[in-house]
């Protein structure tokens, strides 16, 4: 009998394989703001998916992590890291039953997921003066993209609130503010960095 690990393992894997479009783009938190970035260090790739993020810092000279739980998504990503002659560890991984260790990486990615009893786990994992980009979908969103769950959606300011005893860098969520047609919406993103 398939256990809820396994059926959720399927269908991620079963998302992943059928991806055939153009590799994805990094996180536009990652994307936009890569000068930030330390020039060596750890970094870790928190349910990776595809790994668009692992490749960008990996680009930028990092030592880099990828963990999701889906094997499809690894077997993509090491297929790019491979063309594009990069080092990647991958790990199939469960984070919600294995999260990071404490201080254990400079760097950490988050896109497009969020489980609220791993953010201390995230907190954690990150060393002193270590940074986390993190860009994820927002309860108040404009179009009909991302999870309709709101245990997956972010409520006003949250993921400010989620770090806010570290000294914030970047934060950006416009929600349904003016023009909705334009801008950022339907996520938040921050960089913040442990103090």
Request: charge should be negative; glycine fraction near 4%.
């Amino acid at each position: 009998m398939a256990t809820l690990n396994d059926k959720i393992k399927k269908k991620w894997d079963e998302n992943y394989d059928s991806c055939l479009s153009n590799y994805p783009s990094p996180a536009e938190v990652l994307r936009l703001n890569q000068h930030l970035l330390p020039k060596q260090g750890t970094a870790l790739d928190l349910a990776c998916g595809r790994g668009a993020n692992a490749i960008c810092l990996a680009e930028n000279g990092l030592s880099v992590s990828a963990w999701d739980i889906s094997i499809s998504a690894l077997k993509h990503l090491s297929s790019e890291a491979l063309k594009k002659n990069l080092k990647i560890k991958f790990e199939s991984r469960d984070i919600s039953k294995k999260p990071p260790a404490s201080d254990s990486f400079n760097v950490i990615t988050v896109s497009h997921f969020l489980d609220r009893e791993l953010i201390d786990d995230i907190k954690n994992a990150i060393k002193k003066n270590g940074l986390v980009f993190y860009q994820t979908f927002i309860i108040n969103k404009v179009n009909d993209v991302g999870p309709n769950n709101p245990d997956y959606l972010l409520e006003k300011n949250e993921l400010l609130d989620l770090f806010n005893d570290w000294n914030t860098i970047y934060y950006r969520e416009e929600g349904t503010t003016g023009k909705i047609d334009e801008g950022f919406r339907d996520q938040a993103m921050l960089i913040a960095q442990k103090l």
